[in-house]
Nanobody
Framework: QVQLVESGGGLVQAGGSLRLSCAAS????????LGWFRRAPGKGREFVAA????????YGADSVKGRFTISRDNTQNTVYLQMNSLKPEDTAVYYC???????????????????WGQGTQVTVSS
């Protein structure tokens, strides 16, 4: 079992920044990749970013490249999503997820992640 708890969401003006955190407990944190996904109002779940177990490999959706950065601290059992230059279209509930199949390359597919947090709301005003 893995428990994931997100924090750091809120209301920010366009062009601003937020840093999301996701604290994990349960299985050995340093063994599995993690991802961030989001769900905007009226839309499906969308991949945002993913990071390998070591933190060496990271992947980001085209829509956030150059603006969002995923990172992890295996000593703190926490994964982060630094979001800069936020746009109104980034408004969504953001979820972190864990892939305990322990793949070497993190997946961009939500279906591959077996554990999810409860989500944190990010609202970007124009």
């Amino acid at each position: 079992q893995v428990q994931l708890v997100e924090s750091g969401g809120g209301l920010v003006q366009a062009g601003g920044s937020l840093r999301l955190s996701c604290a994990a407990s349960g299985r050995t944190f340093s063994r599995y990749p993690l991802g961030w996904f989001r769900r905007a109002p009226g839309k499906g779940r969308e991949f945002v970013a993913a990071i390998s177990w070591s933190g060496v490999r990271t992947y980001g959706a085209d829509s956030v490249k150059g603006r969002f950065t995923i990172s992890r601290d295996n000593t703190q059992n926490t994964v982060y999503l630094q979001m800069n230059s936020l746009k109104p279209e980034d408004t969504a509930v953001y979820y972190c997820a864990a892939d305990v199949r322990y793949p070497a390359v993190p997946s961009t597919a939500a279906s591959e992640y077996g554990y999810w947090g409860q989500g944190t709301q990010v609202t970007v005003s124009s």
